[in-house]
């Protein structure tokens, strides 16, 4: 007998029921991404439209007024308790510009017309007339307490303009004053160098004339400008322009010769240094010098006093305290050897 053969029938069976299990799960899996992915999208919407400012209704909350409640600065401002607290403005200018601005009354009723406007002072106020008081005070003077205006009083004017007048002479009076100091001050000039002048004619120092020693004692170094010298000190040899004459220390030094002061200095080598004018082009220099007496521009006679002898500078510290002597003719170095007597 044959069997009859159902494998085939089965195996079909299971393949489409296969196919449709996995259908229904596809369909499902795209229906549950697509739920998924709508909410998400709700949810951001939903988000974004939280963060949207709407600018509609806040430009309607800035023009709404602000109620006193709201802004406490503004109670301050209209409230009766004007006292209590700090205020960021001054009431008394708020009241005066408020009077300024308000017209006057006379007898209950506001003034109209073109009189009204120009009591209560509604249109601008000139300048004042007189440019001798300030604007400022020109514009406080001219409104009574109760915000009327008023012209100001001729004696006010006068008052204001006696005063910048005065301010004006007073300016002059300095200004002749400081031109009458520097007319004397320039006067005083020209009579000392006139003075000078006349003294410079009175010198005559010439090649037959004489020195006196300024100071009494022995010559360290020698004149010697056509041969260089040992220097104790500077333990080299070199040309010596002067004499340099050993003396004690504190001891006064003497004029050479009838001179006016042409400099005093403070010198490295030489120490506090005086230089004079003998005439005939001749100058004398003393160095080495400390309690000068004498000053720039003074005659000073033979034998009178123009210093002390000195520390001796570091150039002379073997050599001790000295006065260094030196004479010159039209710049150049004289041995003063030849001159002194």
């Given at each position: 007998?044959?069997?009859?053969?159902?494998?085939?029938?089965?195996?079909?069976?299971?393949?489409?029921?296969?196919?449709?299990?996995?259908?229904?799960?596809?369909?499902?899996?795209?229906?549950?991404?697509?739920?998924?992915?709508?909410?998400?999208?709700?949810?951001?919407?939903?988000?974004?439209?939280?963060?949207?400012?709407?600018?509609?209704?806040?430009?309607?909350?800035?023009?709404?007024?602000?109620?006193?409640?709201?802004?406490?600065?503004?109670?301050?401002?209209?409230?009766?308790?004007?006292?209590?607290?700090?205020?960021?403005?001054?009431?008394?200018?708020?009241?005066?510009?408020?009077?300024?601005?308000?017209?006057?009354?006379?007898g209950g009723e506001s003034n109209t017309g073109a009189a009204g406007e120009q009591e209560t002072g509604s249109q601008p106020m000139e300048e004042p007339k007189d440019r001798n008081i300030g604007y400022a005070e020109y514009r406080n003077e001219a409104y009574n307490s109760d915000g009327s205006s008023s012209e100001l009083a001729d004696g006010e004017l006068a008052s204001g303009g006696g005063q910048a007048n005065a301010?004006?002479?007073?300016?002059?009076?300095?200004?002749?004053?400081?031109?009458?100091?520097?007319?004397?001050?320039?006067?005083?000039?020209?009579?000392?160098?006139?003075?000078?002048?006349?003294?410079?004619?009175?010198?005559?120092?010439?090649?037959?004339?004489?020195?006196?020693?300024?100071?009494?004692?022995?010559?360290?170094?020698?004149?010697?400008?056509?041969?260089?010298?040992?220097f104790p000190t500077l333990q080299q040899y070199k040309y010596n322009p002067s004499i340099v004459i050993g003396a004690a220390e504190g001891t006064g030094v003497a004029c050479a010769a009838d001179g006016i002061v042409e400099s005093v200095y403070e010198d490295a080598q030489t120490g506090q240094t005086v230089v004079m004018r003998l005439g005939g082009g001749y100058e004398l220099t003393y160095g080495q010098l400390q309690e000068v007496t004498v000053e720039e521009g003074d005659y000073v006679e033979t034998g009178a006093v123009i210093g002390h002898v000195a520390e001796?500078?570091?150039y002379y510290s073997v050599e001790g305290s000295n006065v260094y002597f030196k004479l010159t003719k039209d710049g150049e170095a004289v041995n003063p050897l030849d001159y002194l007597g």
């Open positions: 007998m044959r069997r009859k053969r159902t494998g085939g029938k089965n195996s079909a069976y299971r393949r489409e029921k296969a196919i449709m299990t996995a259908s229904v799960v596809l369909v499902l899996a795209a229906m549950t991404v697509t739920g998924i992915s709508v909410y998400r999208n709700h949810q951001k919407s939903q988000e974004e439209e939280q963060h949207i400012v709407d600018f509609s209704k806040l430009e309607k909350e800035t023009q709404s007024p602000v109620s006193q409640a709201q802004n406490p600065s503004a109670q301050n401002v209209t409230g009766s308790d004007k006292d209590s607290g700090e205020l960021d403005y001054d009431p008394y200018y708020a009241q005066k510009d408020k009077d300024l601005s308000a017209p006057a009354k006379t301010a004006d002479a007073d300016k002059k009076a300095n200004g002749t004053t400081a031109s009458q100091d520097a007319a004397d001050n320039q006067d005083e000039a020209l009579a000392a160098s006139a003075n000078i002048a006349v003294q410079e004619s009175q010198l005559s120092f010439g090649e037959t004339s004489k020195l006196a020693w300024p100071i009494a004692g022995n010559v360290l170094l020698n004149y010697s400008m056509d041969k260089t010298i040992y001796p500078t570091k």
